[in-house]
């Protein structure tokens, strides 16, 4: 039977908390203190403490170092919710809010044990603290991440990243080009969809000199150049058919040749691929070589979107509000209690991006010298993310859509790159690539580049007649 310790100092709540954990089938303990507990019992006996935050004599927060391994749940009042994410950051498993109903109660501690138990299980002391420099988290779905990309960088294996855009996939490539022995050779970053079609063949494999015209003279490609170390393709699904051809005789064959030379050159490249897309969906259409997503596809990791974190999005959050805050010269800042819930209630269609976004916006515009307020934030909690599909953007655009609906004007607070992509998504259906680039007061290759950056692509002719 599961034994649990219930900490808490008011008699009538402890023994309501007690009859309610033993009908539930658990072993229940009680004490009104930490002393008492500490001195009473040995912590590591329970395989759950249940500690409201304010006790006489010490905090509730105290039991977290003094228990180790075992979980810690406080139970704390809607007043002191600055108080109970402070604790959660000194590594308190999870926080209740007072008044709780039974049922509420109930499932909290069995997701606390059931997630306890899982860990053990699975704790693998090979890969127990692998992190992604730059990544943070510590979260279920960020552990499981960090294992398989400390099991697959050692290899040559061939990866692709497959994840929302703004979920850091540049980040884990990063990462696994650092864990592996081609790690003091260069890794060679690409954006597929960041050069013209006509351009992509010559940025990667190279040309001879006359070539085509324009080709001056003979020049190495960006494959060659990670000759011995890592070739990271990012929006590997924007890569045209031709090209597909040739990286897929790299990748078979080991050697590239340049665009007008009859020679090959051997090469040894790892690849990292990435994209946002469904491969095999592409593969259907025909826009993307089957030889090729097979070749590409032995490893695959699935980077996790930000409303899938969990309580790391705080973690997240309260990071870059250091990093602006320094950056900008700014007193040290908090986040209110309602820019808290803002920000875990909110479901961040544009992941950690958008999440960078608002935290550098609140800092820039922020007056108060102690904390950022949640309308500084200026994210809309009424946009709610549609659930997982293949394109996120396409639901961005339906979102933004039914926002316009509700809010016919602009907010004044939206930041330029909102605007652009709100106006874009909102008129590229009567509007030419043209007109659009006038009304924006922009070139045709800047909105170009823009959609690329920010991910909405162009729709074709009468796609939406």
Same mark, same amino acid.
């Given at each position: 039977?599961?034994?649990?310790?219930?900490?808490?100092?008011?008699?009538?709540?402890?023994?309501?908390?007690?009859?309610?954990?033993?009908?539930?089938?658990?072993?229940?303990?009680?004490? %009104?203190?930490?002393?008492? *507990?500490?001195?009473?019992?040995?912590?590591?006996?329970?395989?759950?403490?249940?500690?409201?935050?304010?006790?006489?004599?010490?905090?509730?927060?105290?039991?977290?170092?003094? *228990?180790?391994?075992? /979980?810690?749940?406080?139970?704390?009042?809607?007043?002191?919710?600055?108080?109970?994410?402070?604790?959660?950051?000194?590594?308190?498993?999870?926080?209740?809010?007072?008044?709780?109903?039974?049922? #509420?109660?109930? &499932?909290?501690?069995?997701?606390?044990?059931?997630?306890?138990?899982?860990?053990?299980?699975?704790?693998?002391?090979?890969?127990?603290?692998?992190?992604?420099?730059?990544?943070?988290?510590?979260?279920?779905?960020?552990?499981?991440?960090?294992?398989?990309?400390?099991?697959?960088?050692?290899?040559? *294996?061939?990866?692709?990243?497959?994840?929302?855009?703004?979920?850091?996939? #540049?980040?884990?490539?990063?990462?696994?080009?650092?864990?592996?022995?081609?790690?003091?050779? @260069?890794?060679?970053?690409?954006?597929?969809?960041?050069? /013209?079609?006509?351009?992509?063949?010559?940025? @990667?494999?190279?040309?001879?000199?006359?070539?085509?015209?324009?080709?001056?003279?003979?020049?190495?490609?960006?494959?060659?150049?990670?000759?011995?170390?890592?070739?990271?393709?990012?929006?590997?699904?924007?890569?045209?058919?031709?090209?597909?051809?040739?990286? @897929?005789?790299?990748?078979?064959?080991?050697?590239?040749?340049?665009?007008?030379?009859v020679e090959s050159r051997k090469v040894d490249v790892r690849l990292i691929a990435a994209t946002h897309r469904?491969?095999?969906?592409?593969?259907? #259409?025909?826009?993307?070589?089957?030889?090729?997503?097979?070749?590409?596809?032995?490893?695959?990791?699935?980077?996790? *979107?930000?409303?899938?974190?969990?309580?790391?999005?705080?973690?997240?959050?309260?990071?870059?509000?250091?990093?602006?805050?320094?950056?900008?010269?700014?007193?040290?800042?908090?986040?209110?209690?309602?820019?808290?819930?803002?920000?875990?209630?909110?479901?961040?269609?544009?992941?950690?991006?958008?999440?960078?976004?608002? &935290?550098?916006?609140?800092?820039?515009?922020?007056?108060?010298?102690?904390?950022?307020?949640?309308? @500084?934030?200026?994210?809309?909690?009424?946009?709610?993310?549609?659930?997982?599909?293949?394109? %996120?953007?396409?639901?961005?655009?339906?979102?933004?859509?039914?926002?316009?609906?509700?809010?016919?004007? /602009?907010?004044?607070?939206?930041?330029?790159?909102?605007?652009?992509?709100?106006?874009?998504?909102?008129?590229?259906?009567?509007?030419?690539?043209?007109?659009?680039?006038?009304?924006?007061?922009?070139?045709?290759?800047?909105?170009?580049?823009?959609?690329?950056?920010?991910?909405?692509?162009?729709?074709?002719?009468?796609?939406?007649?």
């Amino acid at each position: 039977m599961t034994k649990i310790l219930v900490v808490e100092d008011e008699a009538i709540i402890r023994t309501a908390l007690r009859k309610l954990l033993e009908r539930n089938k658990y072993q229940v303990s009680e004490a %009104p203190s930490v002393r008492e *507990a500490t001195s009473k019992f040995q912590l590591n006996d329970f395989e759950l403490i249940i500690s409201d935050l304010r006790l006489p004599g010490a905090p509730g927060t105290d039991l977290i170092k003094l *228990a180790g391994d075992v /979980p810690v749940l406080i139970m704390t009042s809607y007043a002191s919710l600055r108080s109970a994410v402070d604790s959660m950051r000194m590594g308190a498993v999870d926080y209740i809010a007072k008044p709780f109903d039974h049922d #509420e109660m109930v &499932m909290a501690v069995k997701r606390v044990i059931g997630k306890s138990s899982a860990a053990k299980r699975n704790q693998s002391p090979s890969t127990d603290g692998s992190k992604v420099t730059g990544m943070i988290g510590s979260s279920e779905v960020m552990k499981k991440l960090y294992s398989r990309i400390a099991k697959v960088a050692p290899t040559d *294996a061939t990866v692709l990243v497959h994840g929302e855009t703004g979920t850091g996939k #540049e980040l884990v490539a990063r990462s696994l080009h650092e864990q592996s022995r081609r790690s003091k050779e @260069l890794m060679i970053s690409v954006n597929c969809a960041a050069i /013209p079609e006509t351009l992509i063949e010559s940025e @990667l494999f190279g040309h001879e000199k006359g070539a085509f015209t324009g080709a001056v003279s003979t020049r190495e490609g960006l494959v060659a150049a990670a000759d011995g170390g890592t070739l990271f393709l990012d929006e590997i699904g924007e890569l045209p058919l031709e090209a597909q051809a040739r990286l @897929l005789r790299v990748l078979q064959e080991g050697e590239v040749r340049l665009l007008g030379s009859v020679e090959s050159r051997k090469v040894d490249v790892r690849l990292i691929a990435a994209t946002h897309r469904d491969l095999r969906v592409l593969v259907q #259409e025909g826009k993307f070589r089957e030889d090729l997503y097979f070749r590409i596809h032995v490893i695959q990791l699935e980077l996790p *979107a930000l409303r899938k974190h969990g309580r790391d999005i705080l973690l997240l959050a309260e990071a870059l509000l250091n990093r602006y805050t320094q950056q900008f010269n700014k007193p040290l800042l908090k986040l209110s209690p309602e820019a808290i819930q803002a920000i875990t209630t909110y479901t961040w269609p544009g992941n950690v991006r958008e999440l960078e976004n608002a &935290m550098q916006r609140a800092v820039i515009l922020c007056e108060d010298e102690r904390e950022i307020n949640h309308e @500084l934030l200026s994210i809309d909690l009424d946009l709610v993310h549609m659930g997982d599909q293949d394109d %996120p953007y396409a639901q961005t655009g339906a979102n933004l859509g039914r926002s316009k609906a509700a809010h016919q004007d /602009p907010p004044e607070d939206l930041s330029l790159e909102d605007y652009f992509q709100r106006f874009v998504l909102e008129h590229q259906d009567t509007m030419s690539e043209t007109e659009l680039a006038k009304k924006l007061g922009v070139s045709r290759k800047c909105l170009w580049e823009r959609r690329q950056r920010f991910g909405i692509p162009r729709r074709k002719a009468g796609a939406s007649k």
